[in-house]
């Protein structure tokens, strides 16, 4: 029921109890429910661990499924799509054996991931659909990407996040747009300052902030003023591109939670999103207004649920592992 604090300490005290009781195969269960856990909460590194003393062939089949299913969703967010397409492979045979209708559902439903629409490519003012094998092939070229969906800028030599500057961000996307054309300065300040009329101190203020992009590409690409405006410049790369989701949704990282068609708390997808929890309920009723989910139960038993965003897959819209994960 994706109640994900409440069962923070309990597969692990379960499988303490059970591998003590050389009950190896519940206490396998036991630690694939945690490296579920660990998994929707964007802990990978932490989940991978978990699983690494796992001999899935020497598990049930129903087991070795999940266990392979968990494999593939760390892969998937981290962009290893050879990686989660063989674990899936694996997946499907285990859930066949199994004769598990859902689980065998449940493989389908995360297989399609890989054939789906990930991302928005933008670049010389075009934009075209993106699957996740594509995007893992743009991040490993040698283009200047500005990640939209992580809201980061790299090449293949290092990359800075913009995450908590949404303001630099605004102005590296309209200029990864751009390129290798410049950007108006009104168009700048409309956009980035969310303003349709711009003073002398809106114009000195994008000569502030455009000063701290500079710094913070320092390495990856210049900033430049020309006559109109500013231009952006790759250092290392050869081109720069836009890399930006599938859909435009204020919204949109709860959108991606809600997308698996299981119900969540409020407090479930506050831990997995890294918000407090008033943030999220804020983002729920809004989307409720509109008709984009719905709750049932009260207090809390509530739960949230939405169907999948059809035709899309939401791998990008889902937070960034934690540094160190």
Not at 205 to 220: K, T
Request: glycine residues 8%; proline residues 5%.
């Amino acid at each position: 029921m994706r109640s994900l604090v409440a069962i923070s300490t309990g597969p692990r005290t379960a499988q303490a109890t059970l591998e003590a009781h050389g009950d190896r195969v519940n206490a396998a269960h036991a630690r694939y429910l945690e490296a579920r856990r660990l998994l929707l909460i964007g802990c990978l590194g932490s989940a991978e661990k978990m699983l690494a003393g796992l001999d899935s062939g020497a598990l049930p089949p129903a087991l070795s499924a999940a266990h392979e299913l968990v494999v593939a969703g760390i892969a998937l967010r981290r962009l290893r799509t050879d990686t989660a397409r063989t674990a899936l492979v694996r997946a499907e045979r285990a859930a066949h054996e199994a004769g598990i209708a859902a689980l065998t559902a449940e493989v389908e439903c995360a297989a399609r991931v890989l054939i789906a629409p990930a991302a928005r490519l933008i670049a010389h003012g075009e934009a075209r659909s993106l699957l996740l094998e594509e995007v893992e092939a743009l991040l490993a070229s040698k283009a200047l990407v500005v990640d939209a969906c992580r809201h980061r800028v790299r090449d293949g030599h290092g990359e800075v996040s913009l995450a908590r500057r949404p303001v630099l961000f605004a102005l590296a996307r309209l200029l990864g747009e751009a390129w290798p054309d410049d950007v108006p300065r009104a168009m700048l300040i409309e956009r980035a300052f969310r303003t349709k009329f711009a003073d002398a101190s809106h114009r000195v203020r994008l000569r502030v902030e455009i000063g701290r992009l500079r710094s913070a590409l320092d390495g990856l690409a210049t900033v430049s003023a020309t006559t109109r405006g500013f231009v952006l410049a790759p250092q290392g790369a050869r081109e720069v591109v836009v890399l930006a989701r599938p859909i435009e949704e204020k919204h949109a990282t709860v959108l991606a939670l809600l997308a698996d068609g299981e119900p969540w708390s409020s407090a479930a997808l506050a831990l997995a999103l890294g918000v407090s929890q008033r943030t999220v309920q804020r983002a729920l009723d809004a989307l409720a207004a509109s008709g984009k989910v719905q709750s049932f139960g009260r207090g809390r038993a509530r739960r949230w649920i939405t169907p999948p965003v059809p035709g899309f897959t939401t791998t990008l819209l889902l937070p960034a592992p934690l540094p160190g994960h």
